[in-house]
């Protein structure tokens, strides 16, 4: 059995930018200051925004949070008995670009970057492609890229250009998302300028937690899978504790059209969904099945969804049956990113 982590992250350094045409430099993300305290916040300038590099884990060395070395990181991966990490961004998640055309540079030359680094090593590390969002005529070339070069998934936040996920804006994104077989994971984020600028001085969780709450809510409720039948779907580092409280909640809104939920959601819509060590996985089950959970370790950062051993504490705290943990942590993350 295989130990797939799906969800780490690579925190990002300049050099993600040396992809960037010679025509976009002018675009290019630079890293300004630092504030005063402990831990000190350094921050990107991006398009006439601040935004924190954020919450970076400083107990790991700098060459495995940015990956520069991965000759460190996967000596750390080693010692946790991880065998494959799922690399996702952490610039995005936040809203990085108000103009198209500066979203597309950055999502372009993130892009690049992240291949060339998972081409050093692509029997350990797998990623999601970053699509330019504003610039839907230019997401299909982006995820073929991906395809081509090891990405495994394609990146999505909670709302994006100020709308719902399952607007059909999108439609178009799925449509190439599902014939490529990458599934769209939508990760703790807001890429809505508008939303998270509302919620700016809250911690997180109504900006960035409950946005991915809400777009799962919004995609099962307006039959997107039922509209792509072979997307795949990933709801990443908002625990699981939820799922219950949204089934019901789409249970009760689908009787009132005279409709019934099917008793298997996540199954039945082909959903996964990242849990926890610390989520009542006996409670979560019994919505969720135990086919359609996986876990990360949130590797690289040092928010509240961080937890660097809980791939192996899922296997030593005993909670769960031996088959059940296998599924967690081997077929289910296969499956959702057909590894």
């Not at 045409?21 to 630092?34: H, K, N, T, W, Y």
């Not at 399952?166 to 439609?171: G, K, L, M, Q």
């Not at 709801?235 to 689908?254: K, M, T």
């Amino acid at each position: 059995m295989a130990v797939i982590d799906a969800d780490a992250h690579v925190i990002e350094n300049e050099s993600a930018w040396d992809y960037m045409l010679e025509s976009e430099r002018q675009f290019r993300p630079r890293i300004v200051g630092a504030t005063s305290g402990e831990p000190a916040v350094d921050y990107w300038y991006i398009d006439g925004r601040l935004m924190p590099r954020t919450n970076v884990e400083k107990k790991l060395p700098e060459a495995a949070r940015d990956m520069s070395d991965l000759s460190i990181r996967i000596k750390h991966m080693d010692g946790l008995n991880i065998d494959i990490q799922v690399i996702y961004p952490t610039i995005f998640i936040f809203p990085t670009a108000r103009r198209p055309e500066v979203d597309l540079a950055i999502c372009r030359s993130y892009n690049r970057w992240m291949a060339a680094i998972v081409a050093k090593a692509p029997d350990r590390f797998r990623w999601v492609v970053v699509p330019p969002l504003l610039n839907m005529d230019r997401v299909a070339e982006e995820l073929k890229f991906g395809k081509e070069h090891g990405a495994c998934g394609v990146y999505m936040r909670g709302l994006e250009a100020d709308r719902r996920l399952s607007d059909s804006y999108f439609f178009s994104l799925y449509e190439t998302a599902a014939r490529l077989d990458l599934p769209i994971c939508v990760h703790s984020a807001n890429g809505s300028i508008t939303s998270h600028d509302f919620f700016l001085d809250e911690p997180g969780f109504c900006k960035f937690k409950l946005a991915v709450v809400g777009a799962f809510h919004s995609l099962i409720n307006d039959g997107i899978p039922e509209r792509f039948p072979n997307l795949r779907i990933g709801i990443i580092e908002v625990s699981a504790q939820w799922i219950p409280y949204a089934v019901h909640d789409l249970a009760r809104r689908h009787a009132r059209r005279g409709k019934k939920l099917s008793d298997s959601v996540l199954r039945d819509k082909r959903v996964y969904v990242t849990c926890q060590t610390d989520d009542d996985l006996d409670y979560i089950l019994g919505y969720a099945g135990e086919n359609n959970l996986v876990i990360g370790t949130d590797y690289g950062h040092s928010d509240n969804a961080s937890e660097i051993e809980a791939l192996r504490k899922l296997r030593t705290e005993g909670k769960l049956a031996t088959g059940v943990i296998e599924k967690i942590l081997d077929d289910n993350p296969r499956a959702l990113y057909a590894l």
